[in-house]
Protein backbone atom coordinates (compact mmCIF):
# COMPACT_ATOMS: atom_id res chain seq x y z
CA UNK A 1 0.00 0.00 0.00
CA UNK A 2 1.44 3.18 -0.83
CA UNK A 3 1.77 5.48 1.84
CA UNK A 4 1.90 9.03 0.34
CA UNK A 5 3.26 10.99 3.43
CA UNK A 6 6.51 8.91 2.29
CA UNK A 7 9.45 11.77 2.07
CA UNK A 8 11.23 10.97 -1.11
CA UNK A 9 14.85 12.15 -2.35
CA UNK A 10 16.02 11.61 -5.54
CA UNK A 11 20.33 11.68 -5.52
CA UNK A 12 21.66 11.91 -8.73
CA UNK A 13 25.82 11.40 -9.72
CA UNK A 14 26.76 13.54 -12.31
CA UNK A 15 30.40 13.98 -13.63
CA UNK A 16 30.48 16.78 -17.02
CA UNK A 17 27.46 15.04 -18.90
CA UNK A 18 24.69 18.53 -18.42
CA UNK A 19 22.42 17.77 -21.59
CA UNK A 20 21.72 13.92 -19.72
CA UNK A 21 21.57 15.86 -16.44
CA UNK A 22 19.38 18.12 -17.56
CA UNK A 23 17.11 14.85 -19.02
CA UNK A 24 17.29 12.86 -15.77
CA UNK A 25 16.31 15.99 -13.74
CA UNK A 26 13.30 16.88 -15.97
CA UNK A 27 11.94 13.29 -15.79
CA UNK A 28 12.19 13.48 -11.57
CA UNK A 29 10.36 16.77 -11.87
CA UNK A 30 7.95 15.03 -13.96
CA UNK A 31 6.99 11.73 -11.64
CA UNK A 32 3.52 11.31 -10.50
CA UNK A 33 4.30 10.89 -7.03
CA UNK A 34 6.53 14.16 -6.09
CA UNK A 35 9.92 13.90 -4.59
CA UNK A 36 10.35 16.45 -1.52
CA UNK A 37 14.34 17.02 -2.98
CA UNK A 38 16.68 15.89 -5.40
CA UNK A 39 20.39 16.08 -4.59
CA UNK A 40 22.88 16.50 -7.25
CA UNK A 41 26.45 15.41 -6.60
CA UNK A 42 28.73 17.17 -8.83
CA UNK A 43 31.63 14.96 -9.32
CA UNK A 44 34.07 18.18 -10.37
CA UNK A 45 32.13 18.75 -13.30
CA UNK A 46 34.23 21.28 -15.62
CA UNK A 47 31.37 21.46 -18.45
CA UNK A 48 28.90 24.56 -16.69
CA UNK A 49 26.72 21.50 -15.12
CA UNK A 50 24.89 23.90 -12.44
CA UNK A 51 24.18 27.16 -14.41
CA UNK A 52 23.12 25.10 -17.48
CA UNK A 53 20.42 23.27 -14.72
CA UNK A 54 19.71 26.82 -13.82
CA UNK A 55 18.81 28.51 -17.12
CA UNK A 56 15.91 25.41 -18.13
CA UNK A 57 14.85 24.62 -14.94
CA UNK A 58 14.31 28.07 -13.02
CA UNK A 59 10.88 26.89 -11.43
CA UNK A 60 12.23 23.94 -9.59
CA UNK A 61 15.52 25.38 -8.43
CA UNK A 62 13.94 25.00 -4.57
CA UNK A 63 14.13 21.25 -4.65
CA UNK A 64 17.84 20.81 -6.20
CA UNK A 65 20.37 21.08 -3.78
CA UNK A 66 24.03 20.59 -4.79
CA UNK A 67 26.61 18.43 -3.63
CA UNK A 68 29.59 19.97 -5.27
CA UNK A 69 33.19 17.61 -4.96
CA UNK A 70 36.19 19.23 -5.22
CA UNK A 71 37.66 16.41 -7.06
CA UNK A 72 36.31 13.59 -8.84
CA UNK A 73 35.52 10.92 -6.56
CA UNK A 74 34.17 8.22 -9.19
CA UNK A 75 30.28 6.86 -9.06
CA UNK A 76 31.58 5.10 -5.56
CA UNK A 77 32.36 8.69 -4.16
CA UNK A 78 29.58 10.69 -5.50
CA UNK A 79 27.09 8.03 -4.26
CA UNK A 80 28.72 8.07 -0.86
CA UNK A 81 28.28 11.47 -0.29
CA UNK A 82 25.07 12.30 -2.15
CA UNK A 83 23.42 9.15 0.22
CA UNK A 84 25.13 10.29 3.52
CA UNK A 85 23.44 13.93 2.79
CA UNK A 86 19.96 12.50 1.34
CA UNK A 87 19.54 9.99 4.77
CA UNK A 88 20.35 13.27 7.26
CA UNK A 89 16.10 13.02 7.93
CA UNK A 90 13.39 10.17 7.43
CA UNK A 91 13.38 9.77 3.85
CA UNK A 92 13.41 7.30 1.35
CA UNK A 93 16.50 7.86 -1.15
CA UNK A 94 16.01 7.17 -4.72
CA UNK A 95 19.08 6.57 -6.66
CA UNK A 96 20.31 7.06 -9.97
CA UNK A 97 23.25 8.05 -12.71
CA UNK A 98 22.96 11.33 -14.97
CA UNK A 99 22.41 8.90 -17.92
CA UNK A 100 19.57 7.28 -16.96
CA UNK A 101 15.59 8.61 -16.43
CA UNK A 102 12.62 7.47 -15.08
CA UNK A 103 9.48 7.22 -16.48
CA UNK A 104 6.78 8.82 -14.76
CA UNK A 105 5.31 6.14 -12.80
CA UNK A 106 8.02 4.86 -11.90
CA UNK A 107 8.26 6.30 -8.21
CA UNK A 108 4.80 6.02 -7.28
CA UNK A 109 4.76 1.76 -8.31
CA UNK A 110 8.53 1.31 -6.51
CA UNK A 111 6.76 2.51 -3.54
CA UNK A 112 3.83 0.21 -3.43
CA UNK A 113 6.36 -2.67 -3.37
CA UNK A 114 8.78 -0.69 -1.09
CA UNK A 115 9.01 -0.58 2.70
CA UNK A 116 11.87 0.27 5.64
CA UNK A 117 13.42 -3.17 5.19
CA UNK A 118 13.38 -3.38 1.07
CA UNK A 119 15.57 -2.44 -1.58
CA UNK A 120 13.28 -2.59 -4.71
CA UNK A 121 14.54 -1.23 -8.35
CA UNK A 122 12.58 -1.02 -11.21
CA UNK A 123 13.39 -2.80 -14.55
CA UNK A 124 15.98 -0.55 -16.20
CA UNK A 125 15.40 -0.60 -20.13
CA UNK A 126 17.15 0.31 -22.96
CA UNK A 127 16.64 3.92 -24.02
CA UNK A 128 16.74 3.41 -27.64
CA UNK A 129 14.42 0.23 -27.55
CA UNK A 130 12.17 0.39 -24.70
CA UNK A 131 11.67 -2.88 -24.88
CA UNK A 132 15.12 -4.31 -24.28
CA UNK A 133 16.37 -4.76 -21.04
CA UNK A 134 19.39 -2.05 -20.80
CA UNK A 135 21.10 -4.58 -18.54
CA UNK A 136 20.98 -8.92 -18.96
CA UNK A 137 18.82 -10.80 -16.11
CA UNK A 138 19.65 -13.99 -14.77
CA UNK A 139 17.24 -15.29 -12.44
CA UNK A 140 18.64 -16.92 -9.58
CA UNK A 141 18.99 -20.85 -9.27
CA UNK A 142 19.12 -20.64 -13.65
CA UNK A 143 20.95 -20.19 -16.17
CA UNK A 144 18.40 -18.55 -17.85
CA UNK A 145 19.71 -15.12 -19.49
CA UNK A 146 17.23 -12.34 -20.44
CA UNK A 147 17.68 -9.73 -22.64
CA UNK A 148 14.41 -8.91 -23.63
CA UNK A 149 11.26 -7.44 -21.22
CA UNK A 150 8.67 -9.32 -22.56
CA UNK A 151 10.34 -12.83 -22.39
CA UNK A 152 10.61 -12.16 -18.37
CA UNK A 153 7.72 -10.34 -17.69
CA UNK A 154 6.13 -13.81 -19.17
CA UNK A 155 8.45 -15.93 -17.02
CA UNK A 156 7.24 -14.40 -14.18
CA UNK A 157 4.87 -15.71 -11.56
CA UNK A 158 3.80 -11.63 -10.34
CA UNK A 159 4.43 -8.25 -10.44
CA UNK A 160 8.20 -8.70 -8.17
CA UNK A 161 11.00 -10.32 -9.25
CA UNK A 162 12.85 -11.55 -5.84
CA UNK A 163 16.22 -11.51 -5.04
CA UNK A 164 17.71 -9.31 -7.69
CA UNK A 165 17.74 -5.80 -8.69
CA UNK A 166 20.09 -3.26 -10.60
CA UNK A 167 21.48 -1.37 -7.80
CA UNK A 168 21.85 2.21 -8.02
CA UNK A 169 19.70 2.71 -11.11
CA UNK A 170 16.80 3.93 -10.19
CA UNK A 171 16.69 1.98 -6.98
CA UNK A 172 14.81 2.50 -3.97
CA UNK A 173 15.44 2.27 -0.13
CA UNK A 174 14.92 4.03 3.29
CA UNK A 175 17.14 6.22 5.03
CA UNK A 176 17.13 3.17 8.02
CA UNK A 177 19.24 1.01 6.22
CA UNK A 178 21.92 3.54 5.44
CA UNK A 179 21.76 3.76 9.81
CA UNK A 180 21.88 0.29 10.06
CA UNK A 181 24.26 -0.90 7.25
CA UNK A 182 26.58 2.07 6.09
CA UNK A 183 27.19 4.06 3.39
CA UNK A 184 28.74 2.94 -0.24
CA UNK A 185 32.40 2.41 0.36
CA UNK A 186 33.93 5.56 -1.78
CA UNK A 187 37.42 3.64 -2.11
CA UNK A 188 36.03 1.62 -4.91
CA UNK A 189 36.06 4.60 -7.19
CA UNK A 190 33.86 2.78 -9.83
CA UNK A 191 32.43 -0.41 -10.71
CA UNK A 192 31.42 -2.96 -7.87
CA UNK A 193 30.28 -0.27 -5.13
CA UNK A 194 26.41 -0.93 -6.28
CA UNK A 195 26.57 -4.57 -5.68
CA UNK A 196 28.92 -4.37 -2.20
CA UNK A 197 26.25 -2.09 -1.33
CA UNK A 198 23.75 -4.71 -2.37
CA UNK A 199 25.34 -8.04 -1.26
CA UNK A 200 26.19 -6.11 2.35
CA UNK A 201 21.90 -5.59 2.54
CA UNK A 202 21.38 -8.99 1.40
CA UNK A 203 23.70 -10.51 3.89
CA UNK A 204 21.46 -8.22 6.56
CA UNK A 205 18.60 -9.97 5.46
CA UNK A 206 16.93 -7.15 3.53
CA UNK A 207 14.48 -7.85 0.51
CA UNK A 208 15.69 -7.59 -2.71
CA UNK A 209 13.33 -7.54 -5.49
CA UNK A 210 12.72 -5.75 -9.22
CA UNK A 211 9.56 -4.50 -9.79
CA UNK A 212 8.49 -5.69 -12.83
CA UNK A 213 5.84 -2.74 -13.85
CA UNK A 214 8.35 -0.08 -12.75
CA UNK A 215 10.31 1.32 -15.74
CA UNK A 216 13.69 3.24 -15.53
CA UNK A 217 15.78 3.94 -18.87
CA UNK A 218 19.60 3.73 -19.34
CA UNK A 219 22.08 3.26 -22.34
CA UNK A 220 22.18 -0.33 -23.18
CA UNK A 221 25.00 -2.10 -21.11
CA UNK A 222 28.46 -2.90 -22.95
CA UNK A 223 27.01 -6.19 -24.02
CA UNK A 224 29.62 -8.99 -22.72
CA UNK A 225 31.55 -11.86 -24.27
CA UNK A 226 31.19 -15.06 -24.52
CA UNK A 227 34.26 -17.53 -23.20
CA UNK A 228 35.15 -21.02 -22.70
CA UNK A 229 33.05 -22.57 -25.13
CA UNK A 230 30.33 -20.36 -24.70
CA UNK A 231 29.48 -21.23 -21.10
CA UNK A 232 31.16 -18.12 -19.66
CA UNK A 233 30.56 -14.34 -20.12
CA UNK A 234 32.73 -11.62 -19.39
CA UNK A 235 32.69 -7.59 -19.48
CA UNK A 236 36.03 -6.48 -21.52
CA UNK A 237 36.43 -3.07 -21.84
CA UNK A 238 39.34 -0.81 -23.46
CA UNK A 239 39.76 1.56 -20.40
CA UNK A 240 42.49 0.63 -18.45
CA UNK A 241 40.82 2.46 -15.39
CA UNK A 242 37.32 0.30 -15.97
CA UNK A 243 38.97 -2.77 -16.29
CA UNK A 244 41.68 -2.48 -13.35
CA UNK A 245 38.69 -1.33 -10.55
CA UNK A 246 36.33 -3.88 -12.23
CA UNK A 247 39.07 -6.87 -11.41
CA UNK A 248 40.14 -5.19 -8.23
CA UNK A 249 36.71 -4.51 -6.58
CA UNK A 250 35.30 -7.95 -7.78
CA UNK A 251 37.75 -9.66 -6.21
CA UNK A 252 37.28 -7.63 -2.75
CA UNK A 253 33.48 -8.56 -3.07
CA UNK A 254 33.67 -12.14 -3.59
CA UNK A 255 36.19 -12.48 -1.12
CA UNK A 256 34.25 -10.44 1.49
CA UNK A 257 30.69 -12.26 0.55
CA UNK A 258 31.76 -15.42 -1.09
CA UNK A 259 35.13 -17.43 -0.33
CA UNK A 260 38.31 -17.71 -1.73
CA UNK A 261 37.17 -20.27 -3.89
CA UNK A 262 35.33 -17.75 -6.10
CA UNK A 263 38.57 -15.78 -6.05
CA UNK A 264 40.12 -18.65 -7.65
CA UNK A 265 37.87 -19.27 -9.78
CA UNK A 266 37.65 -15.51 -10.96
CA UNK A 267 41.55 -15.49 -11.06
CA UNK A 268 41.00 -18.21 -13.52
CA UNK A 269 38.54 -16.73 -15.56
CA UNK A 270 40.62 -13.72 -16.06
CA UNK A 271 43.49 -15.94 -16.80
CA UNK A 272 41.42 -17.70 -19.40
CA UNK A 273 39.92 -14.67 -21.23
CA UNK A 274 43.40 -12.89 -21.72
CA UNK A 275 44.80 -15.95 -22.64
CA UNK A 276 42.57 -17.20 -25.00
CA UNK A 277 39.49 -16.04 -25.54
CA UNK A 278 41.05 -12.39 -26.31
CA UNK A 279 44.59 -13.08 -25.74
CA UNK A 280 46.43 -9.70 -24.56
CA UNK A 281 49.34 -9.77 -21.88
CA UNK A 282 49.56 -6.38 -21.19
CA UNK A 283 45.51 -6.38 -20.21
CA UNK A 284 46.49 -9.83 -18.07
CA UNK A 285 49.00 -8.46 -16.05
CA UNK A 286 46.56 -5.17 -15.35
CA UNK A 287 43.80 -7.78 -14.07
CA UNK A 288 46.19 -9.58 -11.98
CA UNK A 289 47.37 -6.94 -10.22
CA UNK A 290 44.38 -5.74 -9.26
CA UNK A 291 43.13 -9.06 -7.90
CA UNK A 292 46.24 -9.02 -6.15
CA UNK A 293 45.22 -5.01 -4.87
CA UNK A 294 41.61 -6.20 -3.83
CA UNK A 295 42.99 -9.53 -1.76
CA UNK A 296 45.09 -6.73 -0.30
CA UNK A 297 42.63 -4.40 0.08
CA UNK A 298 45.12 -1.59 -1.36
CA UNK A 299 42.79 0.95 -3.25
CA UNK A 300 45.33 3.99 -3.74
CA UNK A 301 46.61 2.60 -7.02
CA UNK A 302 43.67 4.12 -9.05
CA UNK A 303 45.35 7.53 -8.89
CA UNK A 304 47.70 6.24 -11.13
CA UNK A 305 44.76 6.51 -14.25
CA UNK A 306 43.00 9.68 -13.16
CA UNK A 307 44.47 12.73 -14.84
Known amino acids: MLAMECNVV ?18 IIAQTYKVKKIVVVDNASTDGSEKYIEQNIQDFQSIIQWVRLKTNQGGAGGFYEGMKEA ?44 YRLSFTIRKPGTRKVYKDYKDLKESSENSMLEGIVIPFNGVLLHSDLIKRFGLPRKEYFIWGDDMEFMWRLKRGHVKISTNLNSFFYHPISAQSEKMFFGLLYFNNTNSDLKLYCMARNTTKNLLDY ?3 IFVLLYLMKLIWFFSFTTPDIRKLKLTLLASYHGLTANFAYTKKFIR
Open 10 to 27: AVVVTFNRKELLLRCVKN
Open 258 to 260: RGG
Open 87 to 130: AKSDNYLWLMDDDGFPESNCLKNLLLKCDKNSFVGPVVLSDKDK
